[in-house]
């Protein structure tokens, strides 16, 4: 079964500060990875992905991740906050397609930023 | 692109009562899915469809929950009858490919007094 785990559900951060939210999964099989945006009373924004190739993916919103397989993690990271990043943040993962088209889901981690 | 659609935003019934909740996936897309957003229990999928076939509805919580999906352009979810506990925000959301990434509607929040 894959799994994927967010520690800790808020992360504060000062405005200009560097953004690191974390992000852990479990896989039998070459994973695809995502990090998904919610704000406030909004859906689930995309904001990057990995499937194969280039470890380092870039984002929208100057974001970015690694995917490290060593480490089964895919932590996503931002140089300098901005206030507008607070929002809840979701990883995901996926094995691949048919049944196992669907995407496992971390719980969550909400991003406060501090002007 | 309109994006995912769904209707109605917001839904306030009485327990005991039928809801049926309205999504229309991106064109093309083969793959819709529908989940269920609670502070609880977070994001929970509770069934999805390719090519309008249900493939998975082990998330489905109860008999009072079933879906549908008559055609590529149309998906309802319905609670008969609807109780509290089912008050959260539902997403639908479809998907061209297992590794895009999906596209999320902008959910229904639906409270049952």
Redesign the interface.
Same mark, same amino acid.
């Given at each position: 079964a894959q799994s994927v785990t967010q520690l800790g559900s808020h992360v504060s951060v000062s405005e200009g500060a560097l953004v690191l939210l974390r992000c852990n999964y479990s896989s039998s099989v070459p994973p695809y990875l995502f990090w998904y945006v919610q704000y406030p009373n909004q859906g689930l924004q995309l904001l990057l992905k990995y499937t194969t190739g280039a470890t380092l993916v870039k984002g929208i919103n100057g974001f970015e991740a690694e995917f490290k397989k060593s480490e089964t993690s895919f932590h996503l990271t931002k140089p300098s906050a901005h206030m507008s990043d607070a929002a809840e943040y979701f990883c995901a993962v996926n094995k691949g397609g048919g049944a196992n088209s669907k995407l496992t889901f971390g719980k969550g981690i909400t991003l406060s930023v501090r002007p | 692109d309109a994006g995912?659609i769904q209707s109605p935003r917001h839904e306030v019934t009485e327990m005991g009562q039928e809801v049926t909740l309205r999504c229309k996936p991106i064109s093309g897309h083969d *793959?819709l &899915?529908w989940y269920r957003q609670t502070m609880m229990r =977070? !994001?929970e !999928?509770l069934i *999805?469809f #390719?090519n309008n076939v249900p493939?998975?509805d082990s998330g489905m919580p109860e008999d009072r929950f079933s879906a549908k999906m008559p055609n590529a352009s149309f998906s309802t979810l319905k609670i008969q009858p609807s109780e509290p506990r089912d008050s959260a925000v539902y &997403?639908c959301?479809s998907?061209f490919? &297992? #590794? *895009? =990434? *999906?596209?999320? =509607?902008? =959910?229904t929040r639906l409270t049952v007094v």
């Amino acid at each position: 079964a894959q799994s994927v785990t967010q520690l800790g559900s808020h992360v504060s951060v000062s405005e200009g500060a560097l953004v690191l939210l974390r992000c852990n999964y479990s896989s039998s099989v070459p994973p695809y990875l995502f990090w998904y945006v919610q704000y406030p009373n909004q859906g689930l924004q995309l904001l990057l992905k990995y499937t194969t190739g280039a470890t380092l993916v870039k984002g929208i919103n100057g974001f970015e991740a690694e995917f490290k397989k060593s480490e089964t993690s895919f932590h996503l990271t931002k140089p300098s906050a901005h206030m507008s990043d607070a929002a809840e943040y979701f990883c995901a993962v996926n094995k691949g397609g048919g049944a196992n088209s669907k995407l496992t889901f971390g719980k969550g981690i909400t991003l406060s930023v501090r002007p | 692109d309109a994006g995912v659609i769904q209707s109605p935003r917001h839904e306030v019934t009485e327990m005991g009562q039928e809801v049926t909740l309205r999504c229309k996936p991106i064109s093309g897309h083969d *793959y819709l &899915f529908w989940y269920r957003q609670t502070m609880m229990r =977070g !994001l929970e !999928l509770l069934i *999805y469809f #390719n090519n309008n076939v249900p493939i998975d509805d082990s998330g489905m919580p109860e008999d009072r929950f079933s879906a549908k999906m008559p055609n590529a352009s149309f998906s309802t979810l319905k609670i008969q009858p609807s109780e509290p506990r089912d008050s959260a925000v539902y &997403f639908c959301a479809s998907s061209f490919e &297992f #590794n *895009y =990434g *999906y596209t999320f =509607g902008s =959910g229904t929040r639906l409270t049952v007094v």
